[in-house]
């Protein structure tokens, strides 16, 4: 089965700094890369997801990167803000257009992202 | 707020006894998934409902069920529990397998 590695486990970055998350992926019939942000007490929610036929794709300070090649993807924020402070998951699915499918997502163990004032 | 409704927030309960958690997903969505959430071994996927039938099985216990019912709500029943099984358990739906995933805010189960 598919096995996502995810690193680092924790990050501490100043306010207004990028940070950057990185995973690879096992599975090279992976098609899609959601990443989710789990914040204290609540569900992991979607935050930017990717596909395999897409190299790049941004949606305000978030952007995630995919090399298919090299199996391996990043989610990057940039100026980063007190409330980005959470636990990022990055995830891998064999569907190209399935939010799950038969195996489910494969998550990543995730990355404590700390934002420093 | 992810429109997916999960009850009990929070579960304590012995070793060896059953319970039953229970997911209400977002308006209009058919699939229903369920997930464990423990420290050492991260979100794993357990068992995905279509419409009121079991579409795929992942990492799901011989101990533990689940079924979707006409309304589309879905319930996950643990038995004999142990103390491993304590966990966050997560429900999550989306409106078909080509759309993305959506969670509740879990079901936090201590077993004593």
């Known amino acids: 089965g598919e096995n996502v590695e995810q690193h680092p486990s924790t990050l501490s970055v100043q306010e207004g700094d990028s940070a950057v998350i990185k995973c690879t992926y096992s599975?090279?019939?992976?098609?899609?890369f959601p990443w989710y942000k789990q914040e204290l007490g609540k569900g992991p929610q979607l935050i930017i997801d990717?596909?395999?036929?897409?190299g790049e794709k941004k949606d305000q300070r978030i952007a995630v990167t995919l090399n298919k090649t090299a199996k391996h993807f990043s989610l990057h924020i940039t100026e980063t803000q007190p409330e980005d402070s959470a636990v990022y998951f990055c995830?891998?699915?064999?569907?190209?257009?399935?939010?799950?499918?038969?195996?489910?997502?494969?998550f990543g163990k995730g990355t404590h992202l700390i934002i420093q004032p | 707020d992810s429109g997916v409704t999960q009850t009990p927030k929070h579960l304590i309960t012995a070793t060896g006894q059953r319970v039953t958690l229970r997911c209400s997903p977002r308006?209009?969505?058919?699939?229903v998934y369920w997930y464990q959430q423990s420290l050492d071994q991260g979100l794993q996927f357990l068992i995905q409902?279509?419409?009121?039938?079991?579409?795929a099985k992942g990492n799901i216990l011989e101990r533990f069920s689940a079924q979707q019912f006409p309304d589309l709500h879905s319930e996950l029943n643990l038995s004999s529990l142990e103390l491993g099984d304590s966990a966050l358990y997560f429900c999550?739906?989306?409106?078909?397998?080509?759309?993305?995933?959506?969670f509740g805010n879990g079901t936090r189960l201590t077993v004593t």
């Open positions: 409902y279509y419409n009121g039938e079991e579409r």
């Open positions: 990717i596909r395999s036929n897409v």
């Open positions: 999550a739906s989306s409106v078909a397998d080509d759309s993305p995933l959506h």
């Open positions: 308006s209009g969505d058919l699939s």
């Open positions: 599975d090279s019939a992976s098609n899609y």
């Open positions: 995830a891998a699915s064999p569907f190209m257009y399935s939010g799950g499918g038969a195996d489910g997502l494969t």
